[in-house]
């Protein structure tokens, strides 16, 4: 199947500071990738749904301006976590799909520690 | 998307098959069931998908009911290594959808050896 690539796959910051995290479609091309949040022993959320050269629509209860998402590529799509709380720790994960399929395929996930 | 109903756990002995049920009573004509696992701190996996026949591959095999009101993942022999969080989704087939997924609580499977 398709390779999707996210990094950094840990990350640990201080509260207040920003993180951004990467996505990326590695043999393939995505026009739309997707944010998911998951909070232990809980299940992906969708957070946002990501559109190369066009703004992220964002799913109800998720506020845009803390969590920036950029699609600058088929290839790319960043999300960044702003001015970051202890109560954003949580593992963040990616998807994509290959035009060709029908099926998404995910990152391996980043681990948010904010401290 | 319709919704899904999964028990929230389940075990099976390694080696024997793993049978994991899904219903999804409200599910319309053009929704395929999709099912997707997670191992423990890993992104979803995907496993299989289908419309009304029974389907196949090299990871598992998916039955899905006459009505398409129920459907059952079936890992034929079961390793320590399937031990994960099995999610079943049901969600239109399109070609032209970038494959939004909404997740249920999904069946923690634990096989044990």
């Known amino acids: 199947g398709a390779v999707v690539s996210q990094h950094p796959s840990w990350v640990i910051c201080k509260s207040g500071t920003s993180v951004k995290i990467e996505c990326r479609s590695l043999?393939?091309?995505?026009?739309?990738m997707f944010w998911y949040r998951q909070f232990p022993k809980q299940s992906l959320m969708l957070m946002a749904t990501?559109?190369?050269?066009?703004?992220?629509?964002?799913e109800q209860g998720v506020e845009k301006d803390k969590f920036l998402i950029n699609h600058a590529s088929l290839t790319l799509s960043t999300l960044t976590v702003t001015s970051a709380h202890p109560e954003d720790s949580s593992f963040y994960i990616c998807?994509?799909?290959?035009?060709?399929?029908?099926?998404?395929?995910f990152g391996q996930g980043t681990r948010l520690t904010v401290v | 998307d319709a919704k899904t109903t999964q028990p929230p756990s389940m075990d099976c002995a390694e080696g024997r098959a793993a049978n994991l049920p899904c219903n999804h009573s409200?599910?319309?004509?053009?929704?395929?069931v999709y099912w997707y696992r997670q191992i423990h701190s890993q992104g979803p996996q995907y496993i299989i998908h289908?419309?009304?026949n029974n389907e196949t591959n090299e990871m598992a095999s998916l039955i899905i009911t006459e009505d398409r009101k129920s459907s059952t993942l079936i890992l034929p022999h079961a390793t320590l290594r399937d031990t994960a969080v099995y999610y079943c989704?049901?969600?239109?087939?399109?070609?032209?959808?970038?494959?939004?997924?909404?997740f249920g609580q999904g069946t923690e499977l634990s096989v044990k050896p």
């Open positions: 043999d393939f091309q995505a026009t739309t």
């Open positions: 989704i049901v969600r239109v087939f399109s070609y032209n959808q970038g494959g939004k997924l909404i």
């Open positions: 998807s994509a799909r290959d035009l060709g399929t029908t099926e998404a395929f």
């Open positions: 990501s559109n190369e050269g066009s703004k992220a629509t964002y």
């Open positions: 289908g419309l009304k």
């Open positions: 409200t599910i319309s004509g053009n929704e395929y």
